[in-house]
């Protein structure tokens, strides 16, 4: 993490989340980083100084984020000053599969806590289901008998933090209403493309720390070649990634950039020290025609059987 010194005034490198534990600002993504993860996870974490790392069951490469893990252990970093975050998966959403399936991602981690488990998605799957789904294979999920599971696990010390990801304002109300722990962190897709503004303010209200996730558009909307970003870049002498990720930093969320190239990974973590000015702030959040990248609709919406016909339905029309 950027030291003391290498920060600006009122910049920090990690957040304060309700529970009173820390997330790193900047982590590490992994969906589809592919069997180099282990290599990336280390040079990561030893030499570009990342202390968070992102992955999910749903991500098939946690077996290798593990090998990286261990390898920056070895290298003499100590288990407690990382933030390692998985997710619970879609056809493990009921809550008789919530605690194995926690415990698979943290045999495949080699690890025997994560500071973080997230609902990845609030939609349940059969195991097997299509993508796009087939009839049947959609299922409405059992939010308060899962929560009460992902609630034991903080108990018995499995996880330090628990969270969901792809929430509504709607589906959030329903979870605030009957936690006993309230979620910690809610990721959600966040770029100047996307900025999500509705989450993030019930988030706020409730004292939610939120992730952005596909910081730089992920790769189907790179942001990066934005003519707007790349101006701002030009103009502070920054790369365009480093703009991206220092912009979700300013709005005050953790942010999680995926890259699977030593060079990138070690430039989005170069984030501290400067700031993006107000004005130029501003042209970022002007961007025009948001959209989300990650609509859900490929794995949740099926088209004549339901129960989710089109994607605006999986976020409860609040787009
Ligand atoms: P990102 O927005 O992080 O973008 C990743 C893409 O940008 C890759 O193609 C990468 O290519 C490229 N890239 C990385 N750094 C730079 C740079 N400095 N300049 C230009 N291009 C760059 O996308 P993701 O969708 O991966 O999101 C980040 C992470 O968020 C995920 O990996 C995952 O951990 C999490 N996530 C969570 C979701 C959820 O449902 N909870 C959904 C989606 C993401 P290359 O690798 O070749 O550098
Ligand atoms: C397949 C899930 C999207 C990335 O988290
Ligand atoms: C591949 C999963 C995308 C979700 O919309």
Redesign the pocket.
């Known amino acids: 993490m950027a030291s003391a010194q290498a920060m600006g005034q009122g910049e920090q490198d990690h957040f304060v989340l309700k529970s009173g534990h820390t997330i790193p600002a900047v982590?590490?993504?992994?969906?589809?980083?592919g069997s180099d993860s282990a290599h990336s996870v280390k040079i990561a974490i030893t030499e570009a100084g990342y202390r968070h790392v992102?992955?999910?069951a749903q991500?098939g490469i946690e077996k290798e984020v593990g090998k990286g893990l261990k390898a920056a252990m070895e290298a003499g970093i100590n288990r407690k000053d990382l933030f390692v975050?998985s997710?619970l998966w879609c056809t493990d959403l009921v809550p008789d599969k919530v605690r194995p399936a926690l415990q698979n991602t943290l045999k495949d981690l080699q690890l025997d806590y994560l500071d973080l488990y997230?609902i990845?998605?609030p939609f349940r799957l059969k195991d097997g289901a299509h993508m796009p789904p087939e009839a049947g294979e959609v299922l409405e999920f059992d939010m308060e008998g899962v929560w009460r599971e992902m609630e034991s696990l903080v108990k018995d010390g499995l996880v330090k933090d628990i969270g969901v990801?792809?929430y509504t304002v709607t589906k959030l109300n329903r979870l605030m209403r009957s936690a006993n722990v309230p979620p910690a962190v809610c990721?959600?897709?966040m770029?100047p493309g996307w900025k999500n503004d509705k989450i993030f303010e019930a988030c706020k209200k409730h004292g939610i720390h939120v992730?952005?996730?596909?910081?730089?558009?992920?790769?189907?909307k790179?942001?990066?070649?934005d003519p707007a970003v790349e101006k701002v870049a030009n103009k502070l002498n920054k790369?365009?990634?480093?703009v991206?990720?220092k912009w979700a930093l300013q709005r005050g969320t953790s942010v999680?950039?995926?890259?699977?190239?030593d060079e990138?990974?070690k430039?989005?973590i170069q984030v501290f020290g400067w700031e993006i000015p107000d004005e130029d702030f501003k042209v970022l959040c002007s961007i025009k025609d948001e959209k989300r990248?990650?609509t859900g609709e490929e794995l949740f919406v099926n088209k004549t059987h339901g129960p989710y016909k089109r994607a605006s339905e999986l976020w409860d029309h609040e787009d």
């Open positions: 982590g590490l993504g992994t969906w589809r980083a992102d992955t999910a991500y975050t997710k997230l990845h998605w990801c792809n990721q959600m897709e770029h992730t952005a996730y596909s910081p730089l558009g992920s790769s189907e790179n942001l990066a070649h790369t365009p990634g480093q991206l990720i999680i950039p995926k890259s699977s190239k990138r990974i430039e989005n990248v990650l």
